[in-house]
């Protein structure tokens, strides 16, 4: 399984960024893929996700600046930037996990924590850095 970050680089305050992600190597009929972003010394906050069944999950820290969609194929992942704000300065990782059960039976919230990725796979990350 491979993932694949790009998108990241450096604006200013209230600009706007694209992140995608690309994966191979992998057929999960039942899944969870998301953005997850860490700040060195700082514990990793998952951002989106969106799981097999379409459910989408946001952090309340992004809600209504960001958006996540999957291109046709699904192993494609973006993440629309709006507004930003120096607090959204990290490095940004895409993960997916696959589940042994349907999507739609977990919580809503189980896809956009980061410990949820543990058995999963993990990009190597793009950094965003947004200055005041």
């Known amino acids: 399984v491979q993932l694949v970050e790009s998108g990241g680089g450096s604006v200013q305050s209230g600009g706007s960024l694209r992140l995608s992600c690309v994966g191979s190597?992998?057929?999960?009929?039942?899944?969870?893929m998301g953005w997850i972003r860490q700040v060195p010394g700082k514990e990793r906050e998952g951002v989106a996700s969106?799981?097999?069944?379409?459910?989408?999950t946001y952090a309340d820290s992004v809600k209504g600046r960001f958006t996540i969609s999957q291109g046709n194929a699904k192993n494609t992942l973006y993440l629309q930037m709006n507004s930003l704000t120096p607090e959204d300065t990290a490095m940004y990782y895409c993960?997916?996990?696959?589940?042994?059960?349907?999507?739609?039976?977990?919580?809503?919230?189980?896809?956009?924590?980061?410990?949820?990725?543990?058995?999963?796979?993990w990009g190597k990350g793009t950094l965003v850095t947004v200055s005041s």
């Open positions: 993960a997916v996990v696959p589940l042994w059960v349907a999507s739609a039976t977990l919580n809503s919230l189980y896809c956009l924590r980061p410990k949820n990725y543990g058995e999963g796979d």
């Open positions: 190597g992998y057929t999960y009929s039942s899944y969870c």
């Open positions: 969106v799981d097999s069944d379409g459910r989408i």
